[in-house]
């Protein structure tokens, strides 16, 4: 199934900019932790087999109580070294994302990356889910870290959902050292063939003018 996915890409002459599979590192418990390596290490092996740049994965949802951010974070950055390790192997990067669950704020995925510290370990830059302060200061900060990205119909200032000024972001990404794809988002009620459409519409205008 997997190479008939890759054939059919080829075909349609279309690129795999990445894979993602949904894990939880935040567990407290060493075992069931031990079981969501296994899982994304399963989904390097498919994303080498796919030709995926990128494995996106995720920090975790879980708060365990009587932990503190900087525990979780400590046994979460070993794991990643370990599935950098092996992404290395097989020539796929590691992409975590902000995702506004264990990981909410740019300093937050600074902190992970000076923990882990992996040239197989990159971020993918999701600028939905930066919820407090400036979004694009944010985006900014973290656009060096970035080996895929989430664009999103819709940003976060101060905590206030508003549409994202395209133009304002992809300056962001043009005045950085990011050369890689983009990939775009849209999320919420809608025909999504109606709506990936639209909004790609106004992402090719916004790079049009820059």
């Known amino acids: 199934f997997i190479y008939h996915i890759k054939r059919k890409a080829h075909l349609l002459g279309l690129s795999v900019s990445g894979m993602g599979v949904r894990n939880d590192f ?5 075992d069931l932790r031990r079981l969501e390596v296994e899982r994304v290490k399963n989904w390097i092996v498919v994303a ?4 995926a740049p990128v494995l996106r994965v995720f920090s975790g949802v879980i708060i365990p109580k009587d932990y503190s951010w ?15 390790d092996f992404g290395q192997k097989y020539g796929v990067i590691i992409g975590i994302q902000n995702h506004n669950d264990f990981i ?8 992970i ?6 040239e197989w370990l990159g971020l993918v830059l999701d600028i939905g889910s930066y919820r407090t302060g400036d979004p694009y200061e944010q985006i900014k900060s973290t656009i060096p870290l970035a080996v895929n990205w ?6 976060f200032e101060n905590g206030i959902e508003k549409k994202v000024d395209l133009a304002k972001l992809f300056n962001l990404i043009k005045n950085s050292s ?4 983009i990939p775009i988002e ?5 025909d999504p063939n109606i709506k990936v459409a639209a909004f790609k519409k106004e992402v090719d205008l916004a790079l049009s003018s820059i």
């Not at 935040?26 to 060493?30: A, G, K, V």
């Not at 909410?104 to 902190?111: D, I, P, Q, R, S």
């Not at 849209?186 to 809608?190: A, V």
């Open 26 to 30: 935040t567990q407290p418990n060493r």
């Open 48 to 51: 080498a087999k796919m030709g």
């Open 70 to 84: 900087m525990d979780i974070a400590t046994w979460m950055a070993e794991d990643l070294k370990e599935c950098a």
């Open 104 to 111: 909410k704020t740019a300093e937050e995925v600074h902190k």
């Open 113 to 118: 990356f000076d923990m882990v510290q992996h």
């Open 150 to 155: 989430q664009i999103k119909e819709n940003i």
């Open 178 to 181: 990011y050369k890689g794809f």
């Open 186 to 190: 849209t999320l919420g009620k809608g």
